[in-house]
């Protein structure tokens, strides 16, 4: 993206918003995979979604302090607290009969508003301050214009994610697994692989995507009130865009939002409020899968 | 039976949820009482919990100073101070004031964050003729027999700096804010008063640009038609997380050198710790600074710094104020200071001598005719802080 460079005139200005959207794409792409695979996989629709990122989010403003050390420090709690949280929704699922959306909406959503009222009571109404590595602190020149040092390795960090989650799900038997779970469920349980277990797993492994986005992505959409909200939004529109069916489906969907929300505002900054929307629903109107197809066309 | 269902229903069921999740309403209707004796009953209503959380405990903790440092008295009478949360809206607001004015009975009422708050809850004082002296939030009303601000009118702080941008910017100013009715007005408040005198903005169309509220979250693409246009200063408004956002992506963008102008609530109370070195340097308007020059104002920092950490806020300020205006007005009020003497005795004060300096109540708006100050957001010892670098207008109809 970098490599784009310096075009004429008329691209300049709308540089560093098409690379913010690559940023912030790929940031919604951690945090929504993670409902993705909980909807497209283990048919769970988690409303808590955005709560997992918001503990990612304040444990990075609680533990970072301006050094390498916290960062890995940080990752690591809040991916583990967010995993953890993730098999606490799967236990308290586990009455909910799966496909029943209803109960888990009500359920899921329940745990959301007490999950962000605790974090409030032990956090503070105030949105925390994050501190990076003071070396990403700063920023760079790219093409000739300032950029956030922060967000420019984020891509490259949110990328190797990205190519990490799809060699897991291609390449594993774990991966393997969950594939087999969602082309035929029946098959899977009579080779003698729970399906509570997979959902367990899911879940599990929905929150540590969801933890991780949080505290790398803290910097970017940081913790506060609103903030599992936002993402909870953010992820449910890349449901509706990019489909259940593939991880291409999902990144396509999440870097399509990011310059929708970055260049798309640079571009016609007076459609901001409605352009995601309007995006949304000519794709539904368009083509009701979404972007790309079903899970397997991964 | 599968575990799947159709992906149209799934994509339905979030497209649903998205819709919801986007939207949210507010209303309000309803009524107010009174009570005496050697003590009286005053209701404080301030958000406790919510969005707004931060503020209403500043404003609880400023009239509750006030009491703490004079003997829990206002005007000779001992108070029993009732306190209400205003939660989120007037759809909470409104039946918390309904039950302190109808229920306790309380002779006045003060606090409240949220303007639409004040909207839902004026109909309710006026049934029950209790005078309110607001101490934030302050909508556009067309009755204020009962109705009495400390706080601002929310176009005044653009409307106090005008002139000072128009003096000390070479060139043209880009006017930006958030999307709603108080965007709107502290915007307006500004670009009107800019353009009156020979000011140009730099916004494409020659209009205050406006971002969605609160979905924005990312501030960079506007940043890139900032610096597209050339702008040779930036004037904004944000508060809470927006502000945070506004300020910290600021500091590392394309436009980081272009000189930030802001009403004070952009750098003012937690938003400021949260923003930490992004946001020095930034210029703000405000009715108040922590490190004013006068007594009332040394004696007030130094009691709230005695049980606070940190400096006091505007907000802290005017619920402080408000808190005063109550102890002269009940005062004044006489042996029986029902609420209809209470409210009569507010209209009459003249002069309030306060930390932020000498005011008065502007007998059509009923809310401050006071002066303005230009902040710097500079070291102070270890912390950063607001520091008055200037006298800015005075402003109040």
Known sequence: MIAVAAGT????????????????????????????????????????????????????????????????????????AAAATGVLLAGLLTPVATGNHLSQALLTFGVALAGGSLLVAGFG?????????????????????????????FIVVAAVL????????????????????????????????????????????AGALAGAAGVLGAPIIGPGTGTADTVLLLSLVVVVLGGLGSMAGTLLAALAIGEIQTLGVALLPSAAPFLLFAAMAAVLAVRARGLAGRWRAA | MPLTTPWRSRALTAALLAAVL???????????????????????LASLSGTYQAVGTEIRDGFQLYLDTHDGKLGGRQVDLIVADEGNGAQTAVPAATKLLKQDRV????????????????PVLNETKVPLVGSNGRPELKDVSRVWHTSYLSDEPGEAIAQHVRDNVKGSVYAIGPDYQGGWDELRGFTDAFGKIGGKLANADGKTTFTPFPA?????????????????????????????DFVKQYAQSEIKDVPLYAAGFLTEGGVLNAQG???????????????????????????????????????????????AVLDRAIGAAGSNPTPEAINTAIGQLGQIASPRGTWQFSTTTHSPVQKW?????????????NTVVGDLATVGR
């Open chain 2, 107 to 122: 002779s006045a009422l003060t606090g409240i964050v949220g303007g639409g708050s004040v909207a839902g809850v004026t």
């Open chain 1, 9 to 80: 005139n008329r691209i300049d200005p709308y540089l560093i918003p098409a690379l913010d959207g690559v940023a912030y794409g790929l940031l919604v792409f951690v945090a929504a995979s993670g409902l993705v695979f909980c909807f497209g996989v283990a048919n769970i629709l988690n409303l808590a979604h955005g709560l997992l990122y918001a503990i990612g989010g304040y444990t990075a403003a609680a533990l970072l302090d301006g050094g390498w050390v916290s960062l890995a420090l940080a990752l690591a709690v809040g991916v583990l």
């Open chain 1, 125 to 153: 109404p105030d949105n925390p301050q994050v501190q990076v590595p003071a070396a990403l602190e700063g920023s760079v020149m790219v093409a000739g214009h300032r950029y956030a040092a922060y967000r420019l390795v």
């Open chain 2, 373 to 385: 100050y230009l902040r710097q957001v500079r070291q102070d010892g270890r912390a950063l802080s």
């Open chain 1, 162 to 205: 990205a190519a990490a989650l799809y060699l897991v799900v291609r390449r594993t038997r774990a991966g393997m697994l969950v594939r087999a779970a969602v082309d035929d469920p029946e098959m899977v349980a009579c080779l003698g692989v729970s399906p509570a277990r997979i959902r367990a797993g899911v879940l599990a492994a």
């Open chain 2, 277 to 323: 070195e992004a946001a020095r340097d930034i210029y703000s308007v405000l009715n108040y600074s922590p490190d004013l020059d006068n007594a009332e104002n040394r004696a007030f920092v130094a009691a709230w710094k005695a049980k606070h950490d940190g400096s006091p806020t505007t907000y802290a300020l005017a619920s402080y104020d408000a808190a």
């Open chain 2, 22 to 44: 986007t939207t949210s309403t507010a209303c309000g209707d309803d009524a107010p009482g009174t009570g005496a004796g050697g003590s009286i009953k005053i209701g404080l």
């Open chain 2, 216 to 244: 924005t979250t990312n501030f960079l693409p506007y940043f890139a038609r900032i610096k597209a246009s050339g702008a040779a200063a930036v004037y904004t408004f944000y508060a809470g997380s927006a502000a945070v």
